[in-house]
T-cell receptor, first 114, second 116 residues
Framework: DGGITQSPKYLFRKEGQNVTLSCEQN?????MYWYRQDPGQGLRLIYY???????QKGDIAEGYSVSREKKESFPLTVTSAQKNPTAFYLC?????????????FGEGSRLTVL | AQSVAQPEDQVNVAEGNPLTVKCTYS??????LFWYVQYPNRGLQFLLK??????LVKGSYGFEAEFNKSQTSFHLKKPSALVSDSALYFC??????????????FGSGTRLLVRP
């Protein structure tokens, strides 16, 4: 079945540690996105990528980094510079960032900083 | 800048009754509007979208939404609620990015609780 796979589903991290969240899609979609979800705040865009080897900052990119070395993969690293990293992280994709269609989401990764 | 607002944090309705989840938008140009649903600790699932055409849009699981340009609203509706409809609902609007591509801007979400 086609879809978006995020791992791990739950992750605990000590302060000062970097952590990488995986996002893989087999939908052959060009565009991929990372959103952060906090209670009562909806979803906020962290980074997005329209094509391989290219990505752009979203609204809250500070303390995060990404790579897009393959079309199907868009990992997110939460660095120690992120002041409040505890959140639910959602990866999404779309056929192209230039169409009008919907985004397809993964199941999310919940990061808790201890 | 494009934005959407969901004025209700929670909506309570009895099973079998009609439900409405409200969304208002603010855009420059023609709006591209979406509704998503999220179950606990899950990703978002697409319900429906309005791009152009009929003001009443039908979507998944018996949901529909009414686009009202004069009131800048895009309310989600269902004629008869089910307990299984209980979830978090997000309204979203398409926003243009600097490189001519798009992202979605989401509202803060409305929790729907359907009681038996």
């Amino acid at each position: 079945d086609g879809g978006i796979t995020q791992s791990p589903k739950y992750l605990f991290r000590k302060e000062g540690q970097n952590v990488t969240l995986s996002c893989e899609q087999n939908l052959n979609h060009d565009a991929m996105y990372w959103y952060r979800q906090d209670p009562g705040q909806g979803l906020r865009l962290i980074y997005y990528s329209q094509i391989v080897n290219d990505f752009q900052k979203g609204d809250i990119a500070e303390g995060y980094s990404v790579s897009r070395e393959k079309k199907e993969s868009f990992p997110l690293t939460v660095t120690s510079a992120q002041k409040n990293p505890t959140a639910f992280y959602l990866c999404a994709s779309s056929i192209s960032g230039r169409n009008t269609g919907e985004l397809f989401f993964g199941e999310g990764s919940r990061l808790t900083v201890l | 800048a494009q934005s959407v607002a969901q004025p209700e944090d929670q909506v309570n309705v009895a099973e079998g009754n009609p439900l409405t989840v409200k969304c208002t938008y603010s855009v420059s140009g023609n709006p591209y509007l979406f509704w998503y649903v999220q179950y606990p600790n899950r990703g978002l699932q697409f319900l429906l979208k309005y791009i152009t055409g009929d003001n009443l849009v039908k979507g998944s699981y018996g949901f529909e939404a009414e686009f009202n340009k004069s009131q800048t609203s895009f309310h989600l509706k269902k004629p008869s609620a089910l307990v299984s409809d209980s979830a978090l609902y997000f309204c979203a609007v398409r926003d243009m990015l600097g490189d001519s591509s798009y992202k979605l801007i989401f509202g803060s979400g409305t929790r729907l609780l359907v009681r038996p």
